[in-house]
């Protein structure tokens, strides 16, 4: 079966056309200015091929819940042009009324990809977590994808501030959330050099992993999940990771005793589809929606 993937990003826009299987066939990426200009070359990209459905995985905020009036629309973000956008019933007027169109957030599809495909396999409880130009965060519980109320923002929880940091933040609403301390934009704005430069920087990272330990120590005490999964721009620094495992064990404290902490190498694991996790997610969204 044929199935059309969409993952609609704040920079790019990643289209492709694959199967069930989560085998991408074609692929294309497209810059993302605005509707008027972005859309009608996603069009274009899917226009006469055979697809049976198609999945979106959408930067957000996004309303997500069925039956709500404005289900499929992107909300208030802060990318103006794209604000109260109606992305699934842009895709359908063009594709096709009856097309079915599955759409979830952004790290909800790479979340999927993995448990489908990927480092949750099978698991009914995990997260994936994106730290990049924004940190968000998607959930699996109990086998369902975690919408709720809207659908849950973990990149603007308050931290801790860390001794001796007197770091403002860059979060326009919460000055020192976790994305206004530890996305890659903020990274850039405490150090003046961009977080690739700063590989080197024992102590940028050290301070990076204290953060997003809070935030992760905050999910095993609230979504107790199977798994954890950090992807994203930042965590391509690999040096993170066994810094966020120690930082992590620290902040629980001997609170909890489980087989996964005691294994917490693969526990707290990177991405395991090479940065394809979001649009096999978005087939697999795809795939959802006629099943
Ligand atoms: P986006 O969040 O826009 O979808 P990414 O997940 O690639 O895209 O995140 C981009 C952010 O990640 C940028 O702020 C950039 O500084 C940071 N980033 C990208 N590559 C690296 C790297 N190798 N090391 C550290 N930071 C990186
Ligand atoms: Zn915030």
Redesign the pocket.
């Known amino acids: 079966m044929l199935f059309g993937a969409l993952e609609a ?3 790019k826009m990643v289209c492709a056309i694959g199967d069930e299987y989560g085998q991408v066939l074609e692929q294309t990426s497209i810059t993302t200015t605005t509707p008027d200009e972005t859309m009608p070359k996603i069009f274009e990209f899917f226009d006469g091929k055979e697809i049976e459905a198609m999945g979106v995985a959408c930067f957000g905020p996004v309303d997500v819940r069925k039956g709500s009036a404005t289900y499929g629309n992107i909300l208030n973000t802060p990318k103006i042009a794209w604000r109260d956008f109606p992305i699934v019933q842009n895709i359908k007027d063009n594709l096709g009324k009856d097309l079915p169109v599955g759409f979830d957030t952004d790290v909800n599809g790479s979340l999927l990809g993995e448990v489908t495909w990927g480092a949750a396999k099978g698991l009914t409880d995990a997260v994936y977590f ?1 730290i ?3 940190i968000g965060m998607g959930a699996i519980s109990g086998g369902k994808l975690v919408h709720g109320m809207l659908h849950p923002e973990i990149g603007h929880i308050k931290m801790s501030i860390l001794d001796g940091d007197n770091f403002k933040g860059v979060c326009p609403n919460h000055g020192t959330c976790f994305e206004g301390m530890a ?3 903020a ?2 704005a405490r150090y003046g050099k ?3 430069e700063l ?1 080197n920087n024992n102590d940028v990272w050290n301070l990076e992993a204290g953060y997003i330990a809070q935030a992760v120590t905050a999910v095993i005490f609230t979504l107790s999940p199977q798994k954890i999964i950090l992807g ?3 965590m ?2 690999k040096q993170l990771f066994p810094l966020i495992r120690n930082k992590v064990l620290e902040d629980i404290n001997g609170y909890i005793d489980t087989k996964e902490l005691r294994n917490i190498s693969s526990y707290i694991v990177p991405a395991a589809l090479n940065d394809n996790q979001g649009i096999m997610g978005a087939l697999k969204l795809a795939a959802l929606e006629i099943a």
């Open positions: 990003g704040g920079t994106t990049g130009t924004g996305s890659g934009p990274i850039e961009s977080a690739k590989e994203g721009g930042v391509h620094q």
